[in-house]
């Protein structure tokens, strides 16, 4: 059986329990810092001009993808290019030991017993062990993906009958669309924009009053909802003099705080987040996906 072969070779890593524990919000601290560093190191112009080569370079698939899902051939691209940047890293940790050392040191226990049980089945499943390797917390591959993610989610791209998101694109980009979909991907609707906020403006008036089960400190920095007209009508409007369709529902972000950068938010937004609950995260990934496209 895979559990008794894989069991003997379990030590417990004190590195991933370090790492565990010094993550943001493990701790007290409230500050939230400046967006503008994050989005330097995540949107810079390397990685901008890998994405464009990549999204030339994968079109062919990228269309496929996009008419069967939806989603935008640029989002994929930026998913790929911030997980990895572009496969360059997809890590080193032994996921199974990671997983195993997680679930035993108990903070998460549920959390990481489950994802190891789903690494073995991964393994039952034709997975080789040398495959599993990822980041501390058990992300994988190109997209990384946590196995349960990766037994519910990946796709062969393909047509060769796996689902390689180590070494395949076709197969990287369909799970990537193939995750999309399941968190709710609303097809030609975009993620957001960059909007001017008016001096003056009543804040008050469209504080989000409702507090969130998930991520609560990532949704508390969110207005309430209101259509893109409504917006508009409050004096919010975009600073590309983007056209929006102005029935769109669309919730306000100020990372920064009044008088920086602002975006309106739709509802592929929270999807992006979906995939990863951080603002900054969200956001680059949004910037990112733009710039590659342009």
Same mark, same amino acid.
């Given at each position: 059986?895979?559990?008794?072969?894989?069991?003997?070779?379990?030590?417990?890593?004190?590195?991933?329990?370090?790492?565990?524990?010094?993550?943001?919000?493990?701790?007290?601290?409230?500050?939230?810092?400046?967006?503008?560093?994050?989005?330097?190191? %995540?949107?810079?112009?390397?990685?901008?001009?890998?994405?464009?080569?990549?999204?030339?370079?994968?079109?062919?698939?990228?269309?496929?993808?996009?008419?069967?899902?939806?989603?935008?051939?640029?989002?994929?691209?930026?998913?790929? &290019? %911030?997980?990895?940047?572009?496969?360059?890293?997809?890590?080193?940790?032994?996921?199974?030991?990671?997983?195993?050392?997680?679930?035993?040191?108990?903070?998460?226990?549920?959390?990481?017993?489950?994802?190891?049980?789903?690494?073995?089945?991964?393994?039952?499943? &034709?997975?080789?062990?040398?495959?599993?390797?990822?980041?501390?917390? &058990?992300?994988?591959?190109?997209?990384?993906?946590?196995?349960?993610?990766?037994?519910?989610?990946?796709?062969?791209?393909?047509?060769?009958?796996?689902?390689?998101?180590?070494?395949?694109?076709?197969?990287?980009?369909?799970?990537? &669309?193939?995750?999309?979909?399941?968190?709710?991907?609303?097809?030609?609707?975009?993620?957001?924009?960059?909007?001017?906020?008016?001096?003056?403006?009543?804040?008050?008036?469209?504080?989000?009053?409702?507090?969130?089960?998930?991520?609560?400190?990532?949704?508390?920095?969110?207005?309430?909802?209101?259509?893109?007209?409504?917006?508009?009508?409050?004096?919010?409007?975009?600073?590309?003099?983007?056209?929006?369709?102005?029935?769109?529902? *669309?919730?306000?972000?100020?990372?920064?705080?009044?008088?920086?950068?602002?975006?309106?938010?739709?509802?592929?937004?929270?999807?992006?987040?979906?995939?990863?609950?951080?603002?900054?995260?969200?956001?680059?990934?949004?910037?990112?996906?733009? *710039?590659?496209?342009?």
């Amino acid at each position: 059986r895979t559990a008794d072969a894989v069991f003997p070779t379990l030590t417990l890593n004190p590195r991933v329990i370090e790492l565990d524990r010094a993550q943001p919000g493990a701790t007290n601290s409230s500050a939230i810092p400046a967006f503008a560093p994050y989005r330097t190191q %995540h949107v810079d112009a390397a990685r901008i001009a890998r994405g464009r080569q990549t999204y030339q370079a994968q079109r062919y698939r990228l269309q496929r993808i996009e008419q069967q899902t939806g989603v935008p051939e640029s989002v994929m691209v930026a998913i790929w &290019g %911030h997980e990895t940047n572009y496969g360059s890293y997809t890590g080193d940790f032994d996921l199974l030991r990671s997983l195993a050392s997680l679930a035993y040191e108990g903070r998460r226990r549920s959390l990481f017993a489950g994802e190891f049980i789903a690494g073995l089945k991964m393994l039952d499943r &034709g997975v080789t062990r040398s495959q599993l390797k990822g980041s501390w917390a &058990g992300a994988m591959g190109n997209p990384q993906f946590l196995p349960s993610i990766y037994l519910r989610i990946a796709r062969d791209g393909d047509g060769d009958g796996r689902a390689d998101i180590w070494n395949s694109p076709a197969d990287t980009l369909a799970s990537i &669309g193939n995750y999309f979909v399941d968190a709710g991907w609303r097809a030609g609707q975009p993620w957001g924009v960059a909007v001017n906020v008016p001096a003056g403006f009543d804040r008050s008036q469209v504080r989000n009053r409702l507090v969130s089960p998930r991520c609560p400190r990532v949704f508390e920095r969110h207005s309430g909802w209101r259509t893109i007209a409504e917006w508009r009508a409050l004096g919010v409007s975009p600073q590309s003099g983007r056209s929006l369709d102005g029935s769109v529902m *669309a919730t306000l972000l100020e990372p920064d705080g009044p008088g920086a950068t602002a975006y309106l938010l739709t509802s592929n937004y929270r999807v992006i987040l979906d995939y990863n609950c951080s603002n900054f995260y969200a956001l680059s990934v949004g910037l990112l996906a733009d *710039a590659v496209e342009r």
